[in-house]
């Protein structure tokens, strides 16, 4: 799928062709391009990063045949010294985790392949989760989550994050496709189907092929109207979503350096909207400090060989970046925020694994805060986890004299923050909070009769959010925020500089 045109061709600095050792480069007529040995200057120069052109990943330990992160994280995991992309290996699974959409079909399988009274491989490495269909009277979504229960006591798993009422909750994160998310620590994250699901259940173990790997180096200071969201939506605009297709996506570079775990979290959470295997961020300081107060397991960090062979290198100078957004239908359809702005939406909705973390809050807060002013269009927010929805009504919001999230929303005007859960980030039963239902008449009857929603969830294909007629912008809590403030898809730049 072609990537739009329109948006920030200048701050996409270059691509570089990494095989076999040689170096080939974009034809892209708007760049300056960039190699160790000469510059060619193209019509319209924009400024790269030249300190960091010759960075060189870090190594882990003394190198033997070169690796990158995610095929050393396979090697280990396979027990295997070495490996190339497009081998297939048995790996030992660490954890599997499951939820009530996947969770009961995955147990069937199970039961039906290892029999009635097999037992999981390990009880202790299994995580279940209710998240998805849970605040519904729906009886079918019940019913999973009833399974789910059952299946957990028959068991004993260890790791099951039940609901009964919101005093409940546990630290709940994402499962399915997005399992991705936490590659933002190191780790080698990737969604299954039911049938492999129900294999690891019962053995541990999962047949993978090595997915070749695509690096991306973003460097710059990052603009203060800017989020990891639209870095993730920058890169899909330009390799489209299906140019990750079974590839590891590194993340790396000064910027991601400077992110903090739940921005890292975003930038891997939306490769599998390009099609990504996987995306992985080298671990640092920032992400032992993170470990060091969620758990005691022990682990090891790796990264990249300097001579690791990556199938394409792309370069951002984050400075020149701009607020985005994807319009409908589908993540990589990129466009400036600036170029919606005659775009009149409906309803704003911030929340999801992706966009529904405590500092995704935090800056709609934030946009709120510096604008005084109350929203225009019905406002929707859906924490993530208990974990965020405690912080949303407890952790004072910088600048603002103590103001807690949920103080600065209820003046602002929008809907109390809701109980934690995916929401109607996948439309849902129909009585799922916030679902697009009945398209809504708006100033545009005549000509239009849809709900516009901008929203910081992750994918906007038609019918995902409820309602096949709605139309879903997909943008970073700051843009969100500024989009419900004007009632128009808005650059946060109105309200934050
Ligand atoms: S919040 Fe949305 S994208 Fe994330 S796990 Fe739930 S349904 Fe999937």
Redesign the pocket.
């Known amino acids: 799928m072609a990537s739009s045109a329109t948006v920030s061709s200048s701050a996409f600095i270059n691509k570089v062709q990494k095989d076999v050792g040689l170096s080939t480069f974009s034809t892209q007529p708007s760049f300056s391009i960039q190699n160790p040995k000469k510059t060619v200057s193209r019509k319209i120069v924009s400024v790269m990063a030249p300190q960091q052109f010759e960075r060189k990943p870090a190594t882990t330990g003394s190198v033997k045949t070169a690796m990158t992160m995610t095929e050393k994280i396979l090697a280990r995991a396979s027990e295997k010294p070495q490996l190339s992309p497009g081998e297939n290996v048995w790996v030992n699974v660490d954890v599997l985790m499951t939820h009530d959409v996947c969770g009961p079909g995955s147990f069937a399988i199970f039961k039906t392949e290892f029999g009635q009274n097999a037992k999981v491989w390990d009880r202790e490495k299994i995580v279940v989760i209710p ?2 269909y849970i605040f519904t009277a729906d009886e079918r979504a019940n019913r999973n989550v009833d399974i789910l229960r059952d299946y957990c006591i028959e068991q004993n798993i260890k790791y099951f994050y039940d609901i009964k009422d919101l005093g409940d909750f546990k630290v709940l994160l ?3 496709s ?1 399992t991705c998310t936490t590659g933002a620590l190191g780790q080698f994250a990737t969604g299954i189907g039911l049938t492999d699901a129900g294999f690891v259940l019962g053995t541990g173990k999962l047949l993978l092929k090595v997915p070749p790997t695509l690096r991306f180096v973003m460097d710059g200071e990052m603009p203060n109207y800017l989020l990891a969201k639209d870095l993730i939506l920058q890169i899909i605009g330009e390799i489209s979503m299906s140019g990750a297709t079974y590839k590891a996506m590194e993340f790396v570079g000064t910027t991601v350096e400077s992110l903090t775990m739940e921005e890292r979290m975003t930038l891997c959470n939306m490769v599998i909207e390009a099609g990504g295997k996987n995306g992985v961020v080298p671990a640092d300081s920032t992400t032992y400090k993170y470990l060091e107060d969620k758990t005691s397991v022990p682990y090891e960090a790796v990264y990249s060989d300097e001579q690791a062979r990556f199938v394409s290198e792309y370069r951002f100078d984050v400075s020149k970046l701009e607020p985005l957004v994807a319009k409908p239908h589908s993540p990589d359809n990129r466009a400036l925020a600036r170029e919606c702005k005659d775009v009149k939406i409906d309803r704003v909705y911030i929340g ?3 966009g529904g973390k405590t500092e995704d809050f935090l800056a709609a807060a934030k946009v709120f805060l510096a604008s005084g002013k109350k929203v225009k269009v019905p406002t929707f927010l859906v924490p ?1 986890t208990q974990k965020v929805w405690m912080d949303v009504y407890s952790l004072p919001v910088p600048g603002s004299g103590g103001k807690t999230c949920s103080q600065i929303f209820e003046e602002a005007g929008c809907d109390t923050p809701a109980s934690p859960t ?1 929401g109607a ?2 439309g849902g039963p129909r009585d799922t909070y916030a679902r697009l239902n009945e398209p809504q008449a708006s100033y545009y009857t005549i000509l239009y009769w849809n709900t516009v929603c901008v929203s910081t ?3 906007n294909f038609p019918g995902r959010m409820g309602h096949k007629e709605g139309q879903i912008y997909l943008a970073s809590p700051y843009t969100a925020a500024a989009s419900a403030l004007t009632g128009f898809v808005t650059d946060p730049r109105e309200f934050l500089q």
Do not use: E
């Open positions: 998240d998805h994402g499962t399915d997005h999801s694994c992706i993530a995916c980030c996948m969830t992750n994918r």
